[in-house]
């Protein structure tokens, strides 16, 4: 299977998804995003751990405005929002249910709905040369891909509202001073970095992570007995997984517990 605007390679039960346009700053236009959710269905079959990240100087420049952002020649009114529905937001709903935890390395740039696929991982690790940009206020568009929603819940509302109203930058170590990234290294280390994480997940308890991950973004949404109800039944199913059970034995034998890909 070959990509024209990604690459894809697995190692180590790592899956490494890339944007791969420099010309255009890996803008995501709709083919982007079809490969993106291609190599994604391919790396929750074949890997424990997925990074997503951008070749090049940047991450995601935001969404390709020389594409067909509004219908093309149709004689019906122009929607910007059409292809959110084929295309971009169900790659947003398939990074959050993925079976198994998603890194995103963000390098330079993360504007626009590439700011969203940035905020979408389960743990998000900048280099020093990033930033987010809400960049949609600039040419009279709304926030899309999720960005409000992730937000809001990530930095509270009042600096949710700063970023999307202002549309201005917002580096690494501002976005890691609000907690909107999880580390901040250096340019050169970022793919090692990242790297170094994943290789953690991928060794893993792969049911357990999945379940982790899981609960953890219901909880943004559930109640506290709903919580308390999901909990309860993700703990059922790890505990019938052959992973509880090695790491049980692990327990009492006194030794690093070796889980396997389920």
Same mark, same amino acid.
């Given at each position: ?11 180590d039960d790592? $899956? ?5 346009d420099p010309?255009?700053m ?8 079809? @490969?993106?959710?291609l ?7 074949e890997a ?5 990240t951008?070749n090049g100087r940047?991450?995601?420049s935001?969404?390709?405005?020389? =594409? ?6 149709? @004689?019906?009114?122009?929607?910007? =929002?059409r ?11 398939a ?7 998603v !890194? ?5 740039a ?8 940035a905020?979408a991982?389960?743990? !998000?690790?900048? $280099?020093?040369s ?6 949609f206020?600039?040419?009279? #568009?709304?926030?899309?891909g999720g960005?409000?929603? %992730? %937000? ?11 970023m999307?109203l ?6 690494a ?9 999880n580390r901040?290294v250096?340019d ?5 970095e990242?790297k170094?994480y ?9 049911? $357990?992570l999945a %379940?982790?991950?899981? #609960?953890?973004w ?9 919580? #308390?109800? $999901?909990?309860? *039944?993700?703990?059922?199913t790890a505990g019938?997984?052959?992973? *509880?059970?090695e790491?049980?034995?692990a *327990? ?11």
């Open positions: 299977m070959s990509f024209e605007k990604i690459t894809y390679e697995v190692q790592i $899956a490494v998804i890339a944007f791969n010309k255009t890996n803008a995501a236009g709709v083919d982007t995003i079809d @490969e993106l959710s190599a994604l269905e391919k790396a929750g079959d424990r751990c997925t990074i997503i951008g940047g991450f995601c935001g969404a390709n405005l020389s =594409g067909n952002m509004g219908g093309g020649k149709s @004689e019906r009114k122009p929607d910007a =929002g292809e959110l529905d084929r295309a971009y937001n169900p790659f947003i709903k990074i959050r249910t993925h079976p198994h935890p !890194i995103t390395a963000v390098n330079g993360a504007a626009g709905v590439g700011c969203s696929i905020l991982g389960d743990f !998000i690790v900048a $280099a020093e990033a930033y987010f940009l809400q960049a206020r600039r040419i009279g #568009l709304v926030p899309d960005s409000t929603y %992730l %937000l809001t819940r990530a930095i509270g509302r009042a600096r949710a509202m700063e999307t202002f549309g201005e930058k917002i580096p170590a501002q976005a890691m001073e609000w907690g909107l990234v901040v250096s050169d280390s970022l793919l090692d990242a170094k994943a290789k953690q997940l991928a060794d893993g308890p792969t049911t $357990a %379940l982790i991950r899981d #609960l953890v219901q909880a943004e949404d559930n109640d506290f007995d709903n919580q #308390l109800q $999901a909990e309860r *039944f993700a703990q059922r019938r997984s052959p992973d *509880f059970a790491g049980v034995k *327990f009492l034998e006194k030794r690093p517990a070796d889980f396997k890909k389920v």
